[in-house]
Structures are given as C-alpha cells and as structure tokens.
C-alpha cells in the first residue's frame, strides 16, 4: 500500500487550500491528516472513519472538512481561513480494516504566509 499525497503549497493568511491524498490498493477502517510543524510532534488535524463519523484538532474545528471517497480509496482535506500557525508539513495516514496496519503517506508542504 502506498499513499501519495498533493495539494500542499503557498498561500496568504485566510486563503484556502485542499490535500488529496490517494491509496494504490488497500481497504481502510479510517483515513486521516496528520501535521509536524518544525520543532514540533506530529499532530492530528482531522479523522475520518468508515461509517463516516470524523474527528477534528480543536484548531481545525470550523475551518477544516475531511472528506472520503471509497470507491477511488481517496481522502480530501479541505482547509479554508489558513492562518500562520497552520503552517506544517501534512501526512495522510491509513489504517488497514483487517490488518490494524497503519499507512503514511510522503507528506505535503504547506505554507501560510503573506
């Protein structure tokens, strides 16, 4: 299973971006982004599970919105009203339904500066 990851990039405080991130095979209990900032542990930034419940970082409540499409084994992380502290290198992150198995993806460079 590989994950690949796009979408990262420049952008203005209060622009938006969107994450895509794409399995080569694989059936997921859940799917999620997961951010480092320099000097900082990787964090959660939002879940999304099979059932379609998700789960959101405090910071990303109102601002972002995961989203899953089975059939294509993608998620999207759409992020609007970015700020500075967004800033940070984003990871999707897969876990297998059978195996427990979990996938990271290559990460994606996002950077939120005027």
């Known amino acids: 299973v590989q994950l690949q990851a796009s979408g990262g990039g420049l952008v203005q405080p209060g622009g938006s971006l969107q994450l895509l991130c794409a399995a080569s095979?694989?059936?997921?209990?859940?799917m999620g982004w997961y951010r480092q900032a320099p000097g900082e542990q990787r964090e959660l930034v939002a879940n999304?599970?099979?059932?379609?419940?998700?789960d959101y970082a405090d910071s990303a409540k109102g601002r972002f919105s995961i989203s899953r499409d089975y059939a294509k084994r993608t998620v999207t992380l759409q992020m609007n009203s970015l700020k500075s502290e967004d800033t940070a290198v984003y990871y999707c992150?897969?876990?297998?339904?059978?195996?427990?198995?979990?996938?990271w993806g290559q990460g994606t460079l996002v950077t939120v500066s005027s």
């Open positions: 095979s694989g059936i997921f209990v859940s």
């Open positions: 999304i599970e099979s059932d379609g419940s998700t």
């Open positions: 992150n897969a876990v297998a339904i059978v195996t427990r198995k979990t996938y």
